[in-house]
T-cell receptor
Framework: GQQLNQSPQSMFIQEGEDVSMNCTSS?????WLWYKQDPGEGPVLLIALYKAGELTSNGRLTAQFGITRKDSFLNISASIPSDVGIYFCAGSGSSNTGKLIFGQGTTLQVKP | DAGVIQSPRHEVTEMGQEVTLRCKPI?????LFWYRQTMMRGLELLIYFNNNVPIDDSGMPEDRFSAKMPNASFSTLKIQPSEPRDSAVYFC????????????FGPGTRLTVT
């Protein structure tokens, strides 16, 4: 079945630094989504991508849909303490089942 | 607009007891998903509904788990009997039909089975 590999598993950075994380799929995806989960809360949708090569920003966050359609990247610029949380990528392939496949998550910690 | 609503937020029960988790999806959304999240296994899809009909329940771990969606605004996930290994955070998510796959999650129910 479809699998997503998300990396890195965790990051510990200094406030103000930029952050990059990525997801790769074993098969082609038609949609990539990025979520953030704060402690004790549900995942919140940050960015949605629908076309290969698409680059979309949401404030300090920028995500890209890889040209091969098998990967996606999320960048956070000038990190701040409230960026702390777990970031998940999710995707949907060509089977059109309505389901999302989720990555394992990247835990981000920001040192003030 | 109200997001996905789940209740209770926390549930502590003893092994063998029946547990019922509740979800109200976003109004107008045709799809409803139940997930379970644990440290070991991450976020797992248990079952999802489209227009109140169960479409895929292949993620439901055992016969002890059952889910219903009697109408477009309400769904339940029931565990009977509960076991300590069922301890996890259970999320409900919903999405609208169409070409996008954007799912919106509720705040989750943290279940502890002792």
């Amino acid at each position: 079945g479809q699998q997503l590999n998300q990396s890195p598993q965790s990051m510990f950075i200094q406030e103000g630094e930029d952050v990059s994380m990525n997801c790769t799929s074993s098969s082609i995806f038609n949609t990539w989504l990025w979520y953030k989960q704060d402690p004790g809360e549900g995942p919140v949708l940050l960015i949605a991508l629908y076309k290969a090569g698409e680059l979309t920003s949401n404030g300090r966050l920028t995500a890209q849909f890889g040209i091969t359609r098998k990967d996606s990247f999320l960048n956070i610029s000038a990190s701040i303490p409230s960026d702390v949380g777990i970031y998940f990528c999710a995707g949907s392939g060509s089977s059109n089942t309505g389901k999302l496949i989720f990555g394992q998550g990247t835990t981000l910690q920001v040192k003030p | 607009d109200a997001g996905v609503i789940q209740s209770p937020r926390h549930e502590v029960t003893e092994m063998g007891q029946e547990v019922t988790l509740r979800c109200k999806p976003i109004s107008g959304h045709d799809y409803l998903f139940w997930y379970r999240q644990t440290m070991m296994r991450g976020l797992e899809l248990l079952i999802y509904f489209n227009n109140n009909v169960p479409i895929d329940d292949s993620g439901m771990p055992e016969d002890r788990f059952s889910a219903k969606m009697p109408n477009a605004s309400f769904s339940t996930l029931k565990i009977q009997p509960s076991e300590p290994r069922d301890s996890a955070v259970y999320f409900c998510a919903s999405r609208a039909s169409g070409s996008t796959y954007e799912q919106y999650f509720g705040p989750g129910t943290r279940l502890t089975v002792t």
